[in-house]
């Protein structure tokens, strides 16, 4: 009897998880899709500006159609996971772009995008930058302070200095290999009303 009753509320809790796990991917493929979708149409919209910037800053071949490429999958493969169409076939293309951005333009940074020490991880292998943005951004403080209305300067946010690594790409990689392995999700997606007619879908 007692094993009965340990066992009965672990179970509903069970099904109760169940009926409402399609929260998750509907959830991740939103949030992925409003970060998508305006990166893609910022390069499409800029696509000579993005194509120098590919080519001479991050030095990639073919930068045009780099950047083309980059721009549709980002704008299109977003709005495909804010609908939730064809998600686990665009998670690998958005997969894909996150990788060459977080090698190409992030990695030499280092993991995290702002240089907080409080907030280093282990694997953040450019310290060195984290400990100079230190001392800079004391430096900028003092600076300010002295020469600069600082409470006005500061009153949306606190000063910092951005270090630009891989943190942000590398969390969207894996949140598109989230959707590869989950799929868009019951309900609330194209893809499981159309599997619903289409078995094979």
């Not at 990166?39 to 083309?68: D, H, I, Q, R, V």
């Not at 804010?82 to 090698?103: C, H, Q, S």
């Not at 060195?128 to 900028?140: F, H, S, T, W, Y």
């Amino acid at each position: 009897m007692s094993a009965q009753w340990v066992q009965t509320p672990v179970s509903k809790l069970s099904e109760w998880g169940r009926a409402i796990d399609f929260i998750v991917p509907v959830l991740v493929r939103v949030y992925l899709a409003f970060i998508f979708i305006p990166a893609g149409w910022g390069k499409l919209s800029a696509l000579e500006n993005t194509a120098y910037y590919f080519g001479e800053f991050l030095g990639l071949p073919l930068p045009g159609l780099m950047a083309l490429l980059a721009g549709v999958t980002e704008f299109v493969g977003g709005c495909a996971l804010l609908i939730g169409f064809a998600v686990r076939v665009w998670a690998v293309p958005l997969a894909f772009t996150m990788l060459v951005a977080a090698l190409s333009a992030h990695w030499q940074n280092g993991w995290h995008v702002l240089p907080e020490a409080t907030l280093t991880v282990p694997w953040e292998w450019r310290t060195d930058l984290i400990e100079g943005a230190q001392v800079r951004k004391e430096a900028m403080v003092s600076l300010l302070q002295t020469h600069g209305n600082y409470g006005w300067l500061t009153e949306t946010g606190s000063v910092t200095i951005l270090k630009n690594g891989i943190e942000f790409a590398a969390t969207y990689l894996l949140l598109c290999l989230v959707l590869l392995y989950t799929g868009a999700g019951r309900y609330l997606s194209v893809d499981y009303w159309l599997g619903r007619r289409f078995p094979l879908f």
